[in-house]
């Protein structure tokens, strides 16, 4: 079974750039979270998909960030323009169900993002 | 916010154990996770506790005690391959899946 992908695994853009990062969830994964670690710090929480719809993206710092998941299989996550406090390594995970016993979640290598 | 503490760096010799603790002060509690990362790579599941006391799973074990907001995650028969960095998360909400993480703890394994 494939595990959760992300495109690209670098990203270096200048400052006021759009970058779009993707994520491939596990086939049959409803649950989909998008997550970030800047350097030096932990990893935060961004937003948490089920299916199609917005669960929860109280992380999301701000209105340059955009996520979507369009017929509830891949995700994107763009900024625009990019600030240089966005660089980090951006996380995707994925776990199965929309309810009940679901705990782990699957996570992706990320995709090193760089703003200069 | 939610605080969730663990040393940055461990180092240990091959063959050996060690021990990562975890403090954690969180607004709710729904189980604790533990990861492995090495550089470069996606975060792996190692264990889940969501009530107190030790989960075995081969060479790794973890212990939970809610009432001290404290877990260790417990490393025998080092071997190389297990330097990595290691990061304790917690489940806030139950209705809510969403991870807190700690900042991660960095295990290099010397021969």
């Known amino acids: 079974e494939a595990g959760v992908t992300q495109f690209p695994s670098h990203s270096v853009i200048e400052k006021g750039q759009t970058v779009t990062l993707r994520c491939d969830p596990i086939s049959g994964h409803d649950n989909l979270y998008w997550y970030r670690r800047v350097m030096g710090k932990e990893i935060k929480f961004l937003l948490h998909f089920v299916k199609e719809s917005k669960q929860d993206e109280s992380g999301m710092p701000n209105n340059r960030f955009l996520a979507e998941r369009t017929g509830g299989t891949y995700s994107t996550l763009k900024v625009q323009p990019a600030e240089l406090e966005d660089s980090g390594v951006y996380f995707c995970?994925?776990?199965?169900?929309?309810?009940?016993?679901?705990?782990?979640?699957?996570f992706g290598p990320g995709t090193r993002l760089t703003v200069t | 916010g939610q605080n969730i503490d663990q040393p940055t760096e461990m180092t240990a010799t091959e063959g050996a154990i060690v021990q990562i603790n975890c403090t954690y002060q969180t607004s709710g509690f729904n189980g604790l996770f533990w990861y492995q990362q090495h550089a470069g790579e996606a975060p792996t599941f190692l264990s889940y506790n969501v009530l107190d006391g030790l989960e075995e799973k081969g060479r790794f074990s973890s212990f939970l005690s809610r009432s001290k907001g404290y877990s260790y995650l417990l490393l025998k028969e080092l071997q190389m391959k297990d330097s990595a960095s290691y990061l304790c998360a917690v489940r806030v909400d139950p209705g809510d899946y969403k991870l807190s993480f700690g900042a991660g703890t960095t295990v290099t394994v010397r021969a």
């Open positions: 995970a994925s776990s199965p169900g929309t309810s009940g016993l679901t705990y782990e979640q699957y």
